[in-house]
């Protein structure tokens, strides 16, 4: 099946700095999304990217899908950008499908 | 504003008693989705209805069934939970399956004792 991988597993910020989290996978996808997963574990979905680049906010995220990576930037973090950040990849054909995670990113932003 | 809700948020059982979980939508989707989430670690898929057609993952325990009544309801239900089972549920809909963006309710943090 299709591996994913994320990078870092852990981040410690302080306020106000820049960081980019990176997802890897394994294989030709056609969906690819970036959740963060607040403290009392919502799963907010940022972006549905399976190709291209979108900005929202202090938000920003490009996919390679030739090169089979995503990255996310987080500009000007803040404390409330704390939690956990997945990149998910899906794969759908005929009636089979999945929405695979990967580990995540454990971003602590201090004050 | 259109929403996935869960309930209960929390959910405490004894071993081996029958429990339902509960996820409703108003967005209207075609796809539900049950993931089961243990600590630390990422969601992973259970099963998922596209209309009415049940699809199950291969590794999911027999355990584990789900019913879809009608578009906006569908609920996990888990026969004999095991203190193995304790974990956060997370519902999730979309439009069309597994191409499209899911969207994620509050999930219900099931305890086994």
């Known amino acids: 099946g299709i591996q994913v991988e994320q990078s870092p597993p852990d981040l410690i910020l302080q306020e106000g700095a820049n960081s980019t989290l990176r997802c890897n996978f394994s294989d030709s996808v056609n969906n690819l999304q970036w959740f963060h997963q607040n403290p009392w574990g919502q799963l907010i979905n940022l972006f549905y990217i399976p190709s291209g680049t979108k900005q929202n906010g202090r938000l920003s995220a490009t996919t390679v899908a030739t090169e089979r990576y995503s990255l996310l930037y987080i500009s000007s973090s803040q404390t409330t950008d704390s939690g956990v950040y997945f990149c998910?990849?899906?794969?759908?054909?005929?009636?089979?499908?999945?929405?695979?995670f990967g580990k995540g990113t454990k971003l602590s932003v201090k004050p | 504003d259109a929403m996935v809700i869960q309930n209960p948020r929390y959910q405490v059982t004894q071993f081996g008693k029958p429990v339902t979980l509960s996820c409703s939508q108003t967005l209207n989707h075609n796809v539900m989705y049950w993931y089961q989430q243990k600590s630390s670690q990422a969601p992973k898929l259970l099963f998922h209805?596209?209309?009415?057609?049940?699809?199950n993952e291969a590794d999911t325990p027999d355990n584990f069934q789900s019913r879809r009544p009608n578009t906006s309801f569908c609920f996990l239900d888990i026969r004999s939970p095991g203190l193995g089972d304790a974990a956060m549920y997370l519902c999730?809909?979309?439009?069309?399956?597994?191409?499209?963006?899911?969207?994620f309710g509050p999930g219900t943090r099931l305890t086994v004792l």
């Open positions: 998910a990849v899906g794969l759908y054909g005929g009636s089979q499908g999945n929405l695979i």
């Open positions: 209805y596209y209309d009415k057609d049940f699809n």
């Open positions: 999730a809909t979309s439009a069309h399956p597994f191409t499209d963006t899911q969207y």
